[in-house]
Nanobody
Framework: QVQLVESGGGLVQAGESLRLSCVAS????????WGWFRQSPGGQREWIAA???????SVASSVKGHVTVSRDVAKNTIYLQMNNLEPGYTGFYYC???????????WGQGTQVTVSS
C-alpha cells in the first residue's frame, strides 16, 4: 500500500505562484511513476503532470509553461510548481502513484487551490 499526502494549496491572486507537495509513504518499490491531477469545480479529474522513477517529467499541453513537476527522492516527495496562475487553475489537486503495469492506483486526499482574479 502507498499513502500520499498533498499540501501547499491555498488562495492566491492571479499571476502568483504556488508549490504543491506530495509526500509518499508505504511500499514504494513497485511505483514507476507519480502523477498530478486537477479537478476543477463541476469538472472531471484531468491529468496535469507526471514524473517517472527515472526522473522523466511530462506536462499536459494545457498547462505547459505554467507548471513544472519534480521530485526529491530522499524525501519521498513530489512537487508541482505552478507559476503565473490564472483563475482557470482553481480546483482540487491530487497526487497519485502508478505501480508497474497498472494505472494510478493510489491517490491522496487532494489539496485545494483557488485563484482569484
Amino acid at each position: 500500500q502507498v499513502q500520499l499526502v498533498e499540501s501547499g494549496g491555498g488562495l492566491v491572486q492571479a499571476g502568483e505562484s504556488l508549490r504543491l507537495s506530495c509526500v509518499a509513504s508505504g511500499t514504494l518499490s513497485n511505483i514507476e511513476a507519480w502523477g498530478w491531477f486537477r479537478q476543477s469545480p463541476g469538472g472531471q479529474r484531468e491529468w496535469i503532470a507526471a514524473i517517472t522513477n527515472n526522473g522523466i517529467a511530462s506536462v499536459a499541453s494545457s498547462v505547459k509553461g505554467h507548471v513544472t513537476v519534480s521530485r526529491d527522492v530522499a524525501k519521498n516527495t513530489i512537487y508541482l510548481q505552478m507559476n503565473n496562475l490564472e483563475p482557470g487553475y482553481t480546483g482540487f489537486y491530487y497526487c497519485a502513484a502508478k505501480p508497474v503495469g497498472r494505472g494510478y492506483d493510489f491517490w491522496g486526499q487532494g489539496t485545494q487551490v483557488t485563484v482569484s482574479s
